[in-house]
């Protein structure tokens, strides 16, 4: 089991940038795959980003080449920068963690452990 805390999240104008990190308890870190989701008010939980045991990253298409996430398993850490951001990009932020992938990546149902979310509001 593990357990994920979010934080980085706040306020920035459009145009800005944030870095989200994502803390996971337990001595297996490494061998999680990690993602990103968001969730803005009155929409459904949208995948964002996800990397794997090995380092191959995922993204929706809405943020190549503005968003990276990477994972640093010595820190047990997961990040997500986010650049160019836009009030699209205004949602709280959910990390999320899987040790097998049935279907789809880009689905949360296929993660068995959250965090508690962060919020990111960007104005325009």
């Known amino acids: 089991q593990v357990q994920l805390a979010e934080s980085g999240g706040g306020l920035v104008q459009e145009g800005g940038s944030l870095r989200l990190s994502c803390a996971a308890s337990?001595?297996?870190?490494?061998?999680?795959?990690m993602g990103w989701f968001r969730q803005a008010p009155g929409k459904e939980r949208e995948f964002v980003a996800a990397?794997?045991?090995?380092?191959?990253?995922f993204y929706v298409e809405s943020v190549k080449g503005r968003f990276t996430i990477s994972r640093d398993n010595a820190k047990n850490t997961v990040y997500l920068q986010m650049n160019s951001l836009t009030p699209e990009d205004t949602a709280v932020y959910y990390c999320?963690?899987?040790?097998?992938?049935?279907?789809?990546?880009?689905?949360?149902?296929?993660?068995?452990?959250w965090g508690q979310g962060t919020q990111v509001t960007v104005s325009s």
């Open positions: 999320a963690a899987t040790k097998e992938i049935r279907y789809s990546i880009r689905r949360s149902f296929e993660y068995d452990y």
């Open positions: 337990g001595r297996t870190f490494s061998t999680y795959l």
């Open positions: 990397i794997g045991r090995n380092g191959t990253t």
